[in-house]
């Protein structure tokens, strides 16, 4: 026995669920998220009729069945969701694990009013009730086994991960490679001040909290560069903590970011290590002068992967800049390096 949950001033209608699981071969538009059948989803809680008055809320009724099998098709659906891009991208959907960053993606969608609801599916550890502040957002909350929740979640240990979302993918994510236009990546910056560069950031740990950085110092954007890190992958969302919801993420080739900064007259700036040997230019150190001096400007800043650092391309077109640093150490984590780009660099007007 299935029940409703009303939710307050609900303003979401839904369609009918399709009667088979969703073939997973190749797709080239974004379709509509998959919807399981009862069968896969014992404990549902959804919104109730319109009908119902507003303020009046059923309580959930448990049947007693819980997925425990790690071959159940919703299981598997999970999985591919956090370990394949493609996959990602092609149902519109991302896997998010944990409570923390899923209440920070609601709260930021709830503050910017945004209407469209993103949680696809809920899914709980059995024995564990539903956190209150998801109970009037969700649209299906399913039940599964400690070794279910491992299986989706990919960790060994679920002491602090009771709860699971597959979410849609943010409308402020744009693959300018698939979208093969402009268009968007306007649209999501039509005037910005700060954008944040990736180049060729793999480190799933690095690039989240440099995304989280830039959404904490208030930067417009952020750029991918290719061979970054999948802002959809699951280390890199943990690492974010939200923010890859909360600002918008472009990801596109250095002709791209090229025609977009001229355009927006924006100052391409890279950091670099000074004592870096593969430096064919002289990098200025970041001062106070340095700081004002660019304070006004429309910014990119660039920053290079751990390993190899700034590519080609970065090293030709952008002006470089170091951080000083005592003795021989030749450079900072890019994510500590990043941090304090991003605070010095900040908004003008943010600054004071």
């Known amino acids: ?66 997925i425990t099998s790690v071959s159940n098709p919703l299981v598997k659906h999970c999985v591919k969701l956090r370990l394949s891009s493609s996959y990602r991208r092609s149902n519109g959907s991302v896997l998010i694990v944990g409570l923390t960053p899923i209440l920070e993606i609601c709260k930021f969608q709830r503050e910017e009013n945004q ?37 989706i979640s990919g960790m060994q240990s679920i002491d602090s991960t009771e709860v699971i979302a597959i979410m849609k993918m943010p409308r402020t994510f744009c693959d300018l490679e698939m979208n093969g236009s402009d268009t968007m990546f306007h649209s999501l910056l039509p005037s ?38 999948d802002p959809f992958n699951d280390k890199a969302l943990r690492a974010a903590r939200g ?10 080739n250095w002709s791209q970011l090229n025609t977009f900064a001229t355009k927006q007259k924006m100052k391409i700036l890279a950091g670099h290590p000074a004592n870096s040997g593969n430096n064919p230019k002289t990098s200025p150190v970041l001062t106070r002068e340095v700081i004002d001096r660019i304070a006004s400007e429309a910014l990119c800043l660039v920053l290079g992967s751990e390993g190899n650092g700034l590519s080609y391309e970065a090293l030709e077109k952008a002006e470089l800049i170091s951080i000083p640093m005592e003795g021989w150490y030749e450079s900072l984590n890019v994510s500590v390096a990043g941090g304090i780009f991003l605070f010095m660099f900040q908004p003008h007007n943010q600054r004071d």
């Open 1 to 66: 026995m299935a029940t409703a949950v009303l939710a307050s001033h609900c303003r979401f209608f839904f369609s009918s669920r399709p009667s088979s699981f969703p073939r997973s071969n190749v797709v080239t538009t974004r379709r509509r998220p998959p919807v399981f059948p009862l069968a896969f989803s014992p404990v549902i809680s959804a919104y109730s009729s319109p009908k119902q008055r507003e303020g009046e809320r059923e309580n959930t009724v448990d049947n007693g069945k819980t």
């Open 115 to 151: 209407s469209f609801y993103i949680i696809e599916q809920l899914l709980v550890l059995e024995g564990t009730s539903i956190p209150v502040e998801l109970y009037n957002i969700s649209v299906n909350v399913v039940h599964v086994s400690a070794n279910v929740l491992k299986k």
């Open 243 to 252: 923010a890859s919801f909360q600002l918008p993420v472009i990801s596109g």
């Open 192 to 229: 910005p001040s700060r954008l944040l560069v990736l180049d060729g950031i793999q480190d799933p740990g690095n690039f989240g909290t440099l995304i989280r950085s830039a959404r904490a110092f208030k930067w417009d954007g952020v750029f991918l560069l290719p061979d970054c890190c």
